[in-house]
């Protein structure tokens, strides 16, 4: 993360405007402190990571989801590559919440940067997934944020083994409280930790609460596909996959009251792909 791309973020506190105090190294961030310019707090930058976490506000299913992941985090995506198509008797298919995101509608975006933003980027197995959908020539700019330091260290190790063809701004952050202006991006979306959110509502009004009017805002997560018999063995899976909450399924009617154009499908036997845009003037990008 550089020293212009601070401009974008906020303090997730009162939203007041940030400034960095520091070392940088060719203009990124290296260590130092994002100062608030409205309620002075202070969020600490470590190895060009900014964590804006209050960790006063982690509580409940996030504390203990957040544990876990950094316990879990070297084993995460090899044991979703490689164990879930085992679990759920079928390969694992993003293709659904990809083509959601309408990316090539991007390429009529030229005045300014195209900007999407992961929340819970996890180890960063969809940036490659992004960004080959992207049409050629858009100029983007990829944000993720992650309440777990050990899954974000999984997805720094994942993009220095395979760099993207431009940098990933990657932050500690909560979904409850995206340190971010409204309608900052032009396409916003969560895959598999919202089910175990503290309080699964708020986490979907941040969402769109940053999301340009009329951008797709995508989100999946665990459900049992309803449509299908499923015998014992995933049944089973499914159960121990989703053990600390009692009822998993899509959070639609979780949505804000003014979310249009909701698409609530199922992508793969255990989850589901939720889709829906804030209303307000139509997004650059974003076909009527």
Same mark, same amino acid.
């Given at each position: 993360? $550089? /020293?212009? @791309?601070?401009?974008?973020?906020? *303090? #997730?506190? *009162?939203?007041?405007?940030?400034?960095?105090?520091?070392? %940088?190294?060719?203009?990124? /961030?290296?260590?130092? =402190? +994002?100062?608030? %310019?409205?309620?002075?707090?202070e969020w600490a930058v470590t190895e060009g990571l900014p964590c804006l976490v209050d960790d006063a506000q982690v509580r409940g299913l996030d504390r203990l989801a957040r544990v876990v992941y950094d316990w879990f985090a070297v084993f995460h995506d090899p044991a979703v590559e490689l164990l879930l198509p085992i679990l759920q008797c079928e390969s694992i @298919?993003?293709?659904?919440? !990809?083509?959601? +995101?309408?990316?090539?509608? /991007?390429? =009529? !975006?030229? @005045?300014?940067?195209?900007?999407?933003?992961?929340?819970? !980027?996890g180890g960063g197995a969809n940036v490659p997934l992004v960004e080959h959908a992207l049409p050629a020539g858009v100029d983007y700019e990829m944000w993720g944020l992650? /309440?777990? &330091?050990?899954?974000?260290?999984?997805?720094?190790?994942?993009? &220095?083994?395979? #760099?993207? #063809?431009?940098?990933?701004? +990657?932050l500690l952050g909560d979904a409850h409280s995206l340190p971010f202006d409204d309608a900052t991006f032009d396409r916003v979306f969560h895959v598999g930790g919202l089910n175990?959110?503290?309080?699964?509502?708020?986490?979907? &009004?941040?969402? &769109?609460?940053?999301?340009?009017?009329? $951008? #797709?805002?995508?989100?999946?997560?665990?459900? +049992?596909?309803?449509?299908? =018999?499923?015998?014992?063995?995933?049944?089973?899976?499914?159960?121990?996959?989703?053990?600390?909450?009692?009822?998993?399924?899509?959070?639609?009617?979780?949505l804000p009251t003014e979310a249009t154009g909701v698409i609530d499908e199922q992508a793969s036997r255990f989850y589901y792909c939720l889709t829906f845009r804030m209303p307000g003037v139509q997004a650059i990008g974003t076909p009527a």
């Open positions: 993360m $550089t /020293l212009d @791309d601070v401009a974008l973020l906020v *303090c #997730p506190e *009162c939203r007041g405007g940030l400034e960095f105090h520091g070392t %940088t190294k060719q203009r990124r /961030l290296a260590r130092g =402190t +994002l100062t608030c %310019t409205g309620c002075t707090r @298919d993003r293709g659904t919440y !990809i083509r959601r +995101l309408d990316l090539p509608s /991007l390429a =009529t !975006i030229r @005045d300014r940067p195209v900007r999407l933003l992961e929340v819970g !980027i992650d /309440l777990s &330091a050990g899954m974000l260290a999984q997805c720094r190790a994942r993009l &220095a083994r395979h #760099p993207s #063809p431009r940098p990933v701004r +990657l175990g959110y503290n309080d699964p509502r708020r986490g979907l &009004a941040e969402m &769109a609460r940053v999301a340009r009017p009329g $951008t #797709p805002i995508v989100v999946v997560d665990e459900q +049992l596909d309803p449509q299908r =018999t499923h015998w014992l063995w995933p049944r089973l899976a499914f159960q121990i996959m989703t053990f600390a909450d009692p009822s998993p399924c899509s959070p639609r009617a979780l």
